[in-house]
């Protein structure tokens, strides 16, 4: 018998070997839809999972993460199970354009221990610490503008996961679980670092997490209440003044230590030139919990403010009603449009007017801004109310913990005071009758009117979707009544209609 020896393949030969031996399917999903390959992959610090790998979703065709938890001893794993269960059940109702997908999850039981996996979004151009070094290592400094939209954009899922009732903290957020896509949208991980800690009793897993040393490396993010049994959602606004620091300074220095001092942040927040800034990052990072401001309070802030609200609300307000447009309707109308001709003009009493034409704007830069926002870029959630947002109770906080985060005083809260001066309701029923479109414009004394749509069924109640409407609409309570009465008497007259005509609805 012959033996021969293959020789080593150099170059670009030798990557491809090892990127087929990295795509090659180890296991299948009980469904059959997630397939796992041998490449590892690093999507934040979650205690408990022993591997992250990459994975393919066959039915979406794209890359996916799979993440194992193993449990060596089998009678634990049993006495958590449907703690486990109701856990993963919830994580998967989470839903925000700005936090990590979590897509499935299911249970493996062997003969020798048992395995929980879950799915969650592969954030393919990597965690914000990486591209903070990339851009460093380039010589390169930070884009003031770009670090306005990742701050908005971290913000909002913040605000979310905090108006949630109870609230969720995070608990975890450095520049290691917050990720960059190539298109410039931002994504923070981990969200179920805290549950994981709390469902998971940490002597009955496999896995242990990262090493010691990249939990040293992250200290920094973490303020001083941090672990203390009292800590709430203000750990996270002190662990994103961090992160907005390293964003604009691209790496706070340790100057040779194993951690990052206070001194060390101190100066880094000084040698910001923006004084704008400056007040933004001290704010997030003041040593007194009860004097950071809230998620929602920092949307506001003066330096976040990039896009002209009207603006905003315009380009919401045509992305969600897309589907009434024709394809490439922008392109096409601003291809009409005279250049010279004026589009708005601001007039003065005591001076020269101002002019806006349409050659002011650019239709790329248009373009582009529509596409932004359609990714998630500039998110609404600066302009929504903060009614909080109910979620299951296993998904935040337990119940003792709620109550070491009380304040003694309950915070006072924002009345409406803007008006509905006009409302406008148009319903357009589908050929087939099935169903109908509604479509709610309101128009407010503070000119950010409000527009809603959605589409009704045969069994929908007149009264029930009247009071859903308005519940979004963010109105004061007489107003509420109104349009509800309003919308009452609109839809039962277009059912009527409806019936004359002969169709179902």
Known sequence: MTMSVPERNSGSEGKEEESEDE?????????????????????????????????????????????????????VFKAQEEKIKEMFENLMQVEHPNIVKFHKYWLDMRESQARVIFITEYMSSGSLKQFLKKTKKNHKTMNVKAWKRWCTQILSALSYLHSCDPPIIHGNLTCDTIFIQHNGLIKIGSVWHRLFVNVFPEASVHGKGRPHRDEQRNLHFFP??????????????????????????????ANGDTVVSKEAITNAGQSLEDP??????????????????TAHDLLFHRVLFEVH????LAAHCLISNQYLLPENCVEEKTKSFDPNAVMAEIKHDDRPGVQLKYSHVSPLELD??????KNGIYPLMNFASSRPHPVPRALSLSQEQVETVKTPTPEPQETETRKVIQMH????????????????????DDKLHRQLSCDILPTDTSKD??????????????DSEKVAGFLEDAISRHRVRALASGTTQ
Request: proline share 3%; net charge negative; with cysteine.
């Open 368 to 373: 582009k801004f529509l596409e932004d926002v």
């Open 276 to 293: 704008l800034m400056r007040e933004f990052t001290q704010a997030c990072v003041c040593h007194e919990a009860k004097l950071r401001p």
């Open 23 to 75: 795509s090659e399917i180890l296991e299948e999903s009980p469904c059959g839809r997630w397939q796992k390959r041998k490449e590892q992959v690093s999507q934040g610090n979650v205690p408990g999972v022993e591997s992250a790998s990459l994975a393919m979703d066959t039915e979406e065709g794209v890359e996916v993460v799979w993440n194992e938890v193993l449990f060596s001893d089998k009678k």
């Open 309 to 312: 609200s009207l603006k905003l």
């Open 425 to 444: 309701c148009n319903l357009e029923s589908n050929e087939e009758g099935t169903k109908t479109h509604l479509s709610l414009f309101l128009k407010m």
């Open 224 to 253: 001083p209440e941090y672990g203390s049994g009292q800590d709430d959602y203000a750990i996270d606004i002190f662990s994103f003044g961090i992160c907005a620091l390293e964003m604009a300074v691209l790496e706070i220095q």
């Open 465 to 478: 979707l009247a009071s859903e409407l308005v519940h979004y609409a963010f109105i004061n309570e007489e």
